[in-house]
């Protein structure tokens, strides 16, 4: 979160996590990290794993005007998802 905010500029995040403890903790600490740096979290949605159509959650991010993607959760779950984000959301967004 230091890189996104110091060196890439990034004030504003989105985050999303797979619902499970460990996913969801650890995204929850991120959110935590980039706020004291001084940036803003501007939405937090939980997903489940599993699901094919990611839609209207990326719609919702996509909405809140977020310059970056944090998720969190299962490295096999981050696969699915990084290639929903990017059909789904504004191409210059990153994905973290």
Not at 75 to 83: E, F, G, R, T, V
């Amino acid at each position: 979160m230091e890189y996104l905010y110091n060196n890439l500029g990034g004030t504003k995040l989105a985050i999303m996590h797979d619902g499970d403890a460990y996913g969801r903790g650890v995204a929850l600490r991120v959110g935590e990290v980039f706020e004291k740096l001084g940036g803003e979290v501007v939405v937090t949605k939980s997903i489940t794993y599993g699901n094919t159509d990611y839609s209207a959650t990326l719609v919702e991010i996509g909405s809140q005007n977020s310059e970056a993607i944090y998720f969190g959760g299962y490295y096999p779950h981050k696969n699915i998802h990084s290639s929903a984000i990017f059909c789904q959301c504004d191409c210059e967004k990153r994905a973290l």
